[in-house]
């Protein structure tokens, strides 16, 4: 097979992209078949197949090597990213083909995120497309700093200097904004193997490197070593009572025995003791090593924390701008819940606005609502916990996430942090006087926030007036949010579109949040027809403040009692977007208390409520 499979060789991650037909496959066969690391098996299959779709005449078709399933072959496409894996005598590769079809943008950035390198092949009779322009503009969004132009298919074109030299003009003038690092362009045939892995004599007027003589030489790990260093803390290694060691990969930097370390988020420094690399001790490690590191004080320390160097240390907030590529078949609406995944850390998170959607074909930024499937968008988010991160460009590893659809539990969205957005020091009331546990105790109780959901008509609005009466007669302190007083004020600007029931229920548990802050008892009266935005709600809260209840009753009950006549207007077609008739209702799954309307009365209800809450010691027994 190959010249050497050494794993201590540099590894270097590569992307091809382009458009459709560019050649991608076929290079990346071209170069296996050269290098002599395709069995004889697979050369057998791949003679086979090359005359079975007859795609190259009688010569072999490269790109079958690569290409994934019959089915996907028969159409002519590649639909998923392909990964290979291969070595020469100066190093190691791992090849990420991915998809030219601009529906399949999320799969070319899967293999983006990861990669070193991006090879960028441009058809020569073609020059630069529309692809050529999103491509490139995702791969410098997505942080790959080196980029080689391939200039394939040269043998179509007769080999001309010209043409080549014409596309490699106004692809650098097109590149110029995107930060690339290194470009290097090179006429190819990935066909004939024209400048691959040899020189070819057919482009004498070209006098540089051939592809894999490039790809050979090109550094990129001192990028990543260069950084100030980083430990996302994976795991606590505690085998006995005499050894604690928080392990992990290094994204960037080096750390050596002594050096001093900070843990970012709390602040607290040491110094390392012992630094573990493959349960064998060293004096230093630097950045893809996975290692333990013991530390010379006890420190408190949590999986998702990240050690640092003091003097270059991260930054650490709960609310950023970041560019998303969204990767979800259902769209992107703010204030929606979601978890993030970040480095080892995961925690609850929302987008708390979208500033604007990128056009990936010309970077122009345009208005936008929501973003949908291979959209990328700028957006601030808002983190229930701080995180430690860097900017993504100048740690990727540091500021790259994820968002995670809490329903499903697939990927919604890769994600890109840009810079932290300081709050206010007060809007936690950190450092404030009076603290919301002294706002409590002067009024003899402890806040909640009372959640009625539930249909139109289910009786909530009555319920919650109920309760809040019998506590005004009690001495404790309320408050109470509901349609009536929210809609005509606060959120008057918002509709009943399922973007608008989302912010709609966002920005009511924001005010719930502060109000419980001083102390109150809050009751919040609303269909809230999604279970992502009741949890957004509960997320926002402090710990054991949010009590859900859902106010249950079948639709037909709802209908039949329709004290406003609005189920009878929406069921004519006069209202759009009614919970129950043309807009579903999520009923709760595991909610605090449930109150079946239609067995008992109001007045029993509301005394379960107020039992509740005896019970959970907001209110003093009677």
């Not at 499979?5 to 091809?16: F, N």
């Not at 057998?44 to 190259?56: N, Q, Y």
């Not at 003589?213 to 100030?228: G, K, N, S, T, Y």
Request: glycine share 8%; with cysteine; net charge negative.
């Amino acid at each position: 097979m190959g010249e050497t499979s050494s794993a201590a060789l540099p590894t270097l991650r590569l992307l091809t992209c382009g458009s459709v037909d560019d050649g991608k496959s076929t290079l990346i066969g071209r170069l296996l078949y050269e290098k002599k690391l395709i069995f004889d098996d697979q050369l057998v299959a791949l003679e086979r197949d090359s005359k079975k779709f007859g795609t190259t005449e009688d010569s072999i078709d490269f790109a079958l090597l690569v290409d994934g399933l019959e089915a996907e072959r028969e159409q002519g496409i590649t639909i998923d990213v392909a990964y290979r894996y291969f070595a020469t005598s100066a190093r190691s590769f791992i090849v990420a083909d991915t998809p030219g079809h601009e529906q399949y943008t999320r799969n070319m950035a899967t293999g983006a995120s990861n990669a070193d390198i991006a090879i960028v092949l441009v058809d020569a009779r073609k020059g630069l497309l529309t692809q050529t322009h999103r491509h490139s503009i995702i791969v410098s969004l997505l942080g790959v700093r080196h980029v080689v132009l391939a200039v394939n298919k040269i043998d179509l074109v007769g080999y001309d200097e010209r043409i080549f030299r014409n596309i490699v003009i106004d692809y650098r003038k097109f590149a110029e904004s995107l930060g690339f690092r290194s470009l290097h362009a090179i006429p190819i045939s990935a066909r004939f193997g024209d400048n691959v892995s040899s020189r070819s004599a057919r482009t004498p007027w070209y006098q540089g490197a051939h592809l894999l003589e490039h790809l050979e030489r090109i550094e990129v790990e001192e990028d990543r070593r260069a950084a100030p260093f980083r430990l996302p803390v994976q795991w606590i290694n505690r085998p006995h009572l005499d050894f604690r060691g928080f392990t992990g990969t290094i994204p960037s930097g080096r750390v050596r025995r002594g050096d001093p370390i900070v843990v970012a988020g709390s602040g607290r420094q040491t110094e390392v003791a012992r630094i573990l690399v493959a349960d064998q001790e060293v004096e230093d490690a630097e950045a893809g090593d996975a290692v333990t590191l013991s530390l010379a004080d006890e420190v408190d320390i949590a999986r998702g924390d990240v050690l640092a160097h003091p003097e270059s240390r991260p930054e650490v907030a709960d609310q950023f701008t970041a560019h998303i590529l969204w990767m979800s078949a259902e769209p992107m609406l703010p204030g929606r819940s979601y978890l993030m995944k970040i480095g080892a850390r995961t925690t609850p998170a929302s987008i708390t606005d979208l500033k604007h959607r990128v056009d990936v074909n010309n970077f122009d930024k345009l208005a936008a609502k929501r973003l949908d499937l291979n959209e990328v968008g700028f957006c601030n988010i808002a983190t229930t916990m701080p995180v430690a991160y860097d900017a993504y460009a100048e740690n990727r590893e540091m500021g790259a996430f994820i968002l995670i659809d809490r329903q499903t539990n697939e990927t919604a969205a890769a994600g890109m942090i840009a810079h932290g957005l300081r709050r206010a020091t007060n809007v936690h009331r950190h450092g404030m006087t009076v603290t919301r546990e002294a706002h409590a105790e002067q009024k003899h109780q402890k806040p909640a926030i009372l959640w009625f959901t539930g249909l139109s008509g289910a009786g909530k609005s009555t319920i919650a007036n109920l309760v809040e009466t019998k506590l005004h007669a009690r001495g404790a302190h309320t408050a109470l949010l509901d349609g009536d007083n929210v809609r005509h004020g606060l959120n008057k600007d918002l509709g009943f579109t399922a973007a608008d029931r989302v912010e709609n229920i966002r920005r009511i548990g924001e005010v719930a949040k502060l109000m419980t802050d001083v102390g109150l008892i809050v009751l919040c009266s609303f269909i809230s027809p999604f279970r992502a935005e009741r949890r957004l709600v509960r997320d926002t809260a402090a710990e054991g403040e949010f009590i859900e209840i859902y106010v249950e009753t079948t639709l037909e009950a709802a209908i039949a009692r329709d004290p406003k006549g609005l189920y009878k207007r929406a069921l004519a077609g006069e209202i759009k977007n009614f919970t129950g008739v043309d807009q579903p209702y999520e009923a709760p799954e595991t909610p605090e208390l449930v109150l079946n309307s239609a067995e008992e009365s109001a007045e029993a209800l509301a005394d379960r409520v107020i039992t509740e809450l005896e019970q959970r010691g907001c209110i003093a027994r009677l």
